[in-house]
């Protein structure tokens, strides 16, 4: 499968631990990005990607989540001392070139109890 | 005001109908616009790039109206494969001069027998 793939797809977590997901793109693709989604939402844009660096990050994204892309190549997203209101899945995707469409991995559905 | 709307429904429609979906998007500046789907608990994949002459793929057709700051999406002879959550996907340009897409929170269409 040459998609974009995330793992894991489920996470449970007790409230205050930490978690980390990880995100590999489409070889090729060298724009990744991270999106939030709750439940009868849109997908809520978190950062974003160009190679190895993160040139956008959105107020959503407090200072306990962090996310890396070391070498251009896979991403990880990590939230620390996480709270409930963190449940969500969290959807990566990457693209080619700007303007063009995004593949979406199948996300990693957060619950924080 | 929200920088992509969409009635969230549900719509509720029979089988072999024509449904229509609207969005409006706040950013004039906005650059390229997409449709997609998203069935429950999968990620989004994209259903079709909407052009500014209008396009066509097979029973869906897409429209832009830049003037009126809408895009819309027609469904003919509506199928049970259908039913899904669909997507309004606005291509900007972010206040650091990064890409942005922006989604809305997705229009629910169920086909009924």
């Known amino acids: 499968d040459t998609g974009v793939s995330q793992d894991p797809r489920h996470k449970i977590t007790k409230r205050g631990q930490n978690v980390t997901f990880r995100c590999d793109p489409i070889?090729?693709?060298?724009?990744l990005y991270w999106y939030r989604q709750t439940l009868g939402q849109g997908p809520e844009f978190l950062t974003y990607?160009?190679?190895?660096?993160?040139?956008?990050k959105s107020r959503l994204l407090s200072d306990r989540f962090s996310a890396e892309r070391p070498k251009g190549s896979f991403s990880t997203l990590e939230i620390q001392r996480t709270e409930q209101g963190d449940s969500a899945m969290y959807l990566c995707?990457?693209?080619?070139?700007?303007?063009?469409?995004?593949?979406f991995g199948s996300g990693t559905q957060l619950s924080v109890l | 005001r929200k920088e992509v709307e969409q009635d969230p429904g549900p719509f509720n429609v029979p089988e072999g109908a024509t449904v229509a979906f609207n969005c409006t998007y706040s950013?004039?500046?906005?650059?390229?616009f997409f449709w997609y789907r998203q069935d429950c608990r999968k990620e989004p994949k994209l259903l079709m790039s909407?052009?500014?002459s209008g396009n066509e793929d097979g029973r869906f057709t897409a429209q832009l109206n830049r003037a009126s700051q809408y895009i819309s999406l027609l469904i003919r002879d509506s199928k049970l494969s259908d039913s899904a959550t669909y997507l309004c996907?606005?291509?900007?340009?972010?206040?650091?001069?990064?890409?942005?897409?922006?989604f809305g929170t997705g229009t629910r269409l169920t086909i009924i027998p």
């Open positions: 995707a990457s693209s080619l070139e700007q303007g063009q469409k995004l593949f």
């Open positions: 070889s090729e693709h060298n724009r």
């Open positions: 990607f160009q190679n190895e660096a993160q040139l956008e």
């Open positions: 950013n004039s500046a906005s650059q390229s």
């Open positions: 909407v052009y500014s």
């Open positions: 996907v606005v291509n900007g340009i972010s206040n650091f001069g990064n890409e942005k897409l922006t």
